[in-house]
């Protein structure tokens, strides 16, 4: 029988948090989520529809792979998650292509990637099987793929754990949720007011005690919470910034194994889709990937909304930490100028709407998903570890194939509850 009369405090509202406060809720635990935020959701950041025609996403927007969790839960919500199709598109400098630069060399990486043992680092795999310079080509694909597709540093990042993206080309099943995340998230939250769970939005969590067999959650402008066991839901980064009892803060250390990446998102939202007026060909364009400030565009297709989103994942996005949210939608307007030999002017009157998020300068996030480094999996097993009264979940932690990813945050949300229902 549960114990009803535990309490539990949930840090953070994101889809982790949610899920597992939904869960032990039910199983009938006192729950409170402390959540910074004014909004719940996290690193999902819903869009108004008012301004981009269609319910957008600032931030998670994709449904990757199988996501069990995540269609479960959408099918209960009466949600529906819609398989995207589209074409991939190519920009050297000079002409447009759909061929993947990757593709010559593809059955030489594959069989490097399908017989190593040990793992290393992306940059040493391609300084030990792809050094020569008729590899350069290679390398760069690779590289740009690791920092764009993963928000992953080369130079961290665990081969072993890109595998299966490289052995698919890194074409795993992709779709999105009719109107977007957002939904979840508001399904995930009435459930939890349903079942008793108390919200705090604005309470940032700055420490976390043991006292008397009781612990203290410490909020930023005074506010206590005594429980019985509390989950740390927040992003890697902001549990540096939380002050811990001598054990959690042992565990916590470990995440410094787990890489973090920054992302850089825009959305551009036009009169018309002026690329398709301008370029036939790519009327079927899904991505369109360059060597420009911002490198990677993705369409609506098949929906025909004329907005564009751009993205720029990993270690490069430190080079725009400065800009403020008018100077990435500059960034962006002027890739898109270099890209289709427009004048930035003419690219910038057309523009109805826009948006653009730096999760690195974000103080509740400081970055946008993990990563796995060749220490990863060695870390995640000491974090999941349920000694204590202080635990540890959300998509860092998740063991499964999509790390970083919505579903990964669900699935370790669900996981974390089910450890504590068993005690």
């Known amino acids: 029988m549960p114990d009803t009369s535990e309490h539990i405090v949930i840090a953070g509202a994101g889809a982790a948090g949610l899920m597992a406060a939904r869960e032990l809720a039910r199983g009938g635990r006192r729950v409170t989520i402390l959540e910074a935020r004014g909004r719940c959701g996290g690193r999902i950041h819903p869009l108004p529809a008012s301004e981009f025609g269609y319910?957008?996403?600032?931030?998670?927007?994709?449904?990757?792979?199988?996501?069990?969790?995540?269609?479960?839960?959408?099918?209960?919500?009466?949600?529906?998650?819609?398989?995207?199709?589209?074409?991939?598109?190519?920009?050297?400098?000079?002409?447009?292509?759909?061929?993947n630069p990757r593709e010559p060399y593809d059955e030489q990486l594959h069989a490097a990637v399908k017989d190593l043992k040990d793992d290393l680092t992306v940059a040493e795999f391609l300084r030990r099987y792809f050094a020569g310079p008729e590899y350069a080509r290679l390398r760069h694909a690779v590289e740009r793929m690791v920092e764009g597709y993963d928000a992953a540093d080369p130079a961290r990042a665990s081969t072993l754990a890109l595998r299966d993206e490289w052995m698919n080309d890194g074409h795993a099943m992709q779709a999105r949720l009719d109107g977007g995340y957002g939904g979840l998230i508001d399904f995930l939250l009435a459930e939890c007011r349903k079942s008793g769970v108390v919200l705090r939005l604005g309470a940032v969590v700055t420490a976390i005690e043991e006292e008397a067999g009781k612990v203290i959650v410490r909020c930023a402008g005074g506010e206590l919470q005594a429980c019985d066991r509390v989950i740390l839901t927040v992003p890697l980064p902001l549990l540096r910034e939380i002050a811990l009892p001598a054990a959690a803060r042992a565990k916590a250390a470990a995440a410094d194994d787990i890489g973090f990446g920054g992302v850089i998102k825009i959305l551009l939202r036009f009169k018309q889709a002026w690329w398709r007026e301008r370029r036939k060909e790519l009327a079927d364009m899904l991505f369109l990937l360059s060597d420009e400030t911002i490198p990677v565009w993705w369409t609506r297709h098949p929906d025909q909304h004329p907005v564009l989103t751009g993205w720029l994942g990993g270690p490069r996005t430190a080079g725009l930490a400065h800009l403020d949210q008018q100077g990435l939608i500059d960034a962006g307007i002027a890739s898109l100028a270099a890209i289709f030999d427009l004048p930035r002017e003419q690219i910038a009157r057309d523009l109805v709407a826009a948006a653009a998020t730096n999760w690195a300068n974000d103080p509740f996030a400081r970055g946008a998903y993990s990563w796995a480094t060749p220490r990863t999996r060695a870390a995640q097993d000491i974090l999941a570890r349920a000694d204590g009264s202080i635990l540890f979940s959300g998509e860092a932690l998740y063991r499964g194939r999509d790390m970083g990813t919505v579903e990964a945050?669900?699935?370790?949300?669900?996981?974390?509850?089910?450890?504590?229902?068993q005690c």
């Open 55 to 99: 319910a957008a996403d600032g931030g998670a927007e994709f449904v990757h792979g199988e996501a069990p969790v995540t269609r479960s839960l959408a099918r209960e919500a009466g949600l529906t998650v819609r398989m995207i199709g589209g074409a991939q598109w190519s920009f050297d400098g000079t002409t447009f292509s759909r061929e």
């Open 409 to 421: 945050a669900l699935a370790s949300g669900l996981e974390t509850a089910g450890i504590i229902s």
